[in-house]
């Protein structure tokens, strides 16, 4: 998921940089920030106020910039989960009690508060950027993209329950005099989020957003692996009038230690029966182990999964255009995007000049590096065990006949400024065929959650072939398609099978335009007014003047 205002001048100067003049310090990069912005406490933020963990249990927070502890994180308990759920509950059930509380109030004031979080962030902009980038390895300018971009979430809520009056009952017709029907939208109720360490903030906020708008009353339990800047969000809601209760903030594993009861935080937030909703992004395995639990519980459970997104490139696409925009789709967020275009389906009388391009590209403007040097455009993967997983990946393809080595030093692109500690890892890029029994090499068909792209063609001007390769995957979550003619774009992009497709242009999302997948990339929408109907209760009420009937029985 990338923000529309992230193709700035960072990046377009990149062509610009050099690698071998890059030498900086990363640990005089972050002992510089960690003097000047102060990271959260290893607390919980539980009914507005700050407070330690069950057994005041904790654990470490490491920078995957060079891979040292600079801070830890409260590891809560099913005890402490169950304090946070109580406190939304509290918060919700205000509406039942008739006191109205925050799901009665009206819309106007839920946006107040909204657009005060928004101007909140804005104010600490650099706080946020920098701390983001500490905690999870973003360059700085992703970082700032990414939380103006959550600013930018707040506002349209904020603007869509107000001056848009989504929440205002719509009327319905009724066929017979007397009789007048209305379709409102209330708050699901107490919702369990648990987000991933991609998009620390952004991926909370387009839950956050539209849940604080519809009413809703929530858990957030963040991925341990970067927490610092959601942990941050606590003090946001409150400073700008969010009551108790309204969002409550809980840290811990998994990944990381079991408490003293064994179960993990989210674990535990998952299997709880005070949840009205779960909104989950993250892995598979994990979405289906939430969906199980709901199904349990008859809950609705909304799942944004992982996805192995293709870039199709029709034999009339601009050859100057499409390189930049193949990067962006696997080497932003160093290929830790959901929605990747890791696989590129080119026309087979283009392939041989656009690796030539893009390799080219790579080594000329590619630069893996200290993610708080200015300098660098791909930081290093979130941790040590991901590193691994991607380095295994990359053995395994570079010992399969069916792919073949694009770049030829990919570990040029690893500038000075690369801490040894860090979890940096090269680009790599191979062009993959199918072997004698038909099938694909892994690096196609397989997410690797990581800067790996594979190229595959398909025969000279064969659409045809084309979509059937795209959608020839268990994911569906985001496609684009290249071409010069426009009408062509239109007529592919409806017979790929995903929730997203972009024409001409990759990885842009916007506060107004609903995200989600489809197949095994999950269900449910975020952003947009979908985004909020995922939040909503949708309850018909038919009315009658007083007095009406139907003398069905002679009355």
Request: proline share 6%.
């Amino acid at each position: 998921m990338i923000s529309s205002r992230l193709l700035g001048a960072p990046l377009r100067t990149r062509t610009l940089l050099g690698v071998a003049r890059f030498s900086s310090s990363s640990s005089s990069h972050i002992a510089s920030s960690l003097e000047t912005y102060n990271l959260p406490k290893p607390k919980l933020f539980i009914d507005n106020e700050w407070v330690d963990a069950e057994n005041s249990s904790t654990m470490p927070v490491h920078s995957p910039i060079n891979g040292q502890v600079i801070s830890e994180l409260a590891n809560a308990s099913s005890k402490d989960v169950d304090l946070a759920v109580r406190s939304a509950k509290r918060c919700f059930d205000d509406l039942a009690n008739g006191t109205g509380g925050w799901p009665g109030s009206p819309p106007a004031d839920r946006a107040l508060v909204l657009d005060n979080m928004a101007s909140g962030l804005r104010s600490r902009m650099e706080e946020f950027s920098h701390v983001e980038s500490l905690d999870c390895g973003k360059p700085l300018a992703e970082s700032r993209a990414d939380i103006e971009a959550c600013a930018s979430f707040f506002e349209y809520y904020a603007d869509l329950i107000s001056k848009g009056g989504f929440l205002t009952a719509e009327r319905l017709p009724c066929p017979e005099d007397g009789v007048e029907g209305r379709l409102l939208r209330e708050p699901v109720g107490v919702v369990g989020m648990i987000t991933p360490w991609n998009f620390p903030l952004m991926q909370a906020v387009v839950k956050v957003a539209p849940a604080l708008a519809a009413g809703c009353s929530m858990i957030l339990k963040p991925s341990p692996l970067s927490s610092m800047t959601c942990l941050m969000m606590g003090d946001l809601a409150r400073d700008a009038g969010a009551p108790p209760g309204a969002l409550n903030i809980i840290t811990g594993g998994p990944p990381g230690p079991t408490n003293d009861d064994g179960e993990s935080c989210g674990v535990a937030l998952g299997r709880h029966k005070g949840l009205d909703k779960m909104s989950f992004t993250g892995s598979g395995p994990t979405g289906t182990a939430l969906l199980h639990e709901g199904a349990n519980l008859l809950r609705p459970t909304g799942l944004e999964l992982g996805g192995k997104g293709a870039m199709v490139i029709l034999d009339d696409a601009d050859m100057d255009t499409v390189v930049d925009w193949a990067m962006i789709g696997i080497f932003y967020c160093t290929g830790q995007v959901c929605s990747a275009t890791s696989r590129v389906v080119i026309d087979e009388s283009l392939a041989d000049e656009f690796c030539d391009r893009l390799a080219k590209a790579v080594a000329e403007r590619l630069v893996v590096g200290d993610p708080l040097d200015v300098r660098t455009n791909m930081g290093p993967m979130v941790s040590a065990d991901q590193r691994d997983k991607v380095l295994a990946a990359v053995k395994e393809a570079e010992a399969d006949d069916r792919c073949d080595p694009v770049l030829e030093e990919p570990s040029a692109s690893i500038a000075e400024s690369a801490d040894a500690g860090g979890y940096y890892v090269a680009p790599q890029i191979f062009r993959c065929k199918r072997g004698a029994d038909g099938t694909w090499p892994k690096a196609w068909t397989e997410e690797i959650f990581g800067p790996v792209l594979s190229i595959g063609t398909f025969s000279p001007g064969d659409v045809d072939e084309a979509v059937s390769i795209t959608n020839d995957s268990p994911y569906g979550l985001g496609h684009t398609v290249f071409t010069g003619d426009e009408a062509r774009a239109s007529a592919v992009a409806t017979r790929l099978r995903s929730g997203v497709v972009w024409t001409n242009i990759n990885q842009a999302l916007y506060p107004s335009t609903p995200f989600g997948g489809c197949k095994q990339s999950g269900f449910g929408r975020e952003y947009g007014e979908l985004g909020i109907e995922d939040f909503c209760h949708h309850k018909t009420v038919i009315s009658a003047k007083p007095g009406f009937s139907w003398g069905w029985y002679g009355a």
